[in-house]
């Protein structure tokens, strides 16, 4: 099933979460990079690996507290080339994680800055349960950003804060 394009930003909701980053890149390579998803547990902290399901569909494994294994099947929702991956968790409505990765060419150099906003289910209640387990969506995301960008930039991780422990040690 193809994904039609749909503009627009997110609402402002209090349950969103915002972070940006600015990446030596052109956009079309980040954005190709970003949506081939077998690419995401190389940056994202407690992602430990994605396996596609179909076209727009795939299976990811989370490490979660205590070392627990937690499988999430994600959907991409809308998409447009080189501009903006929406995807979300599919779950029910409101246990929904909704993510939406927007990609911005500097039109007078190579860089992009990407922007992610996320949407968490159970408001402010599933943002504080979460800060309370060591997991705080903010500091995450916003490590995840800086991880694409050392990966895009330098091919390599150094940054492990908000990380599965060991998960970027370098052999």
Known sequence: MPVRPRHGEPSGKPTEI??????????????????????????????????????????????????VGIHWTV????????ALIRYRTNSPRGLRTVWNISFTADSRSDSTEVREVMELPLGKVGQTGLALIGKPPAAEMAANLHRLK??????????T???????FARP
């Open 18 to 67: 915002e972070a940006r980053v600015r990446i030596d890149r052109p956009a079309a390579e980040i954005f190709a990079f970003y949506r081939d998803f077998r690419n995401l547990p190389l940056f994202l902290g407690d992602v430990m690996s994605v396996e596609p399901t179909g076209d727009t569909t795939s299976r990811w494994t989370i490490q979660g507290p205590l070392r």
């Open 75 to 82: 959907e991409v929702t809308d998409e447009d080339t080189n």
């Open 150 to 159: 050392q990966l895009m930039e330098t091919g390599r991780v150094t940054d």
């Open 161 to 167: 804060s908000h990380a599965v422990p060991g998960k």
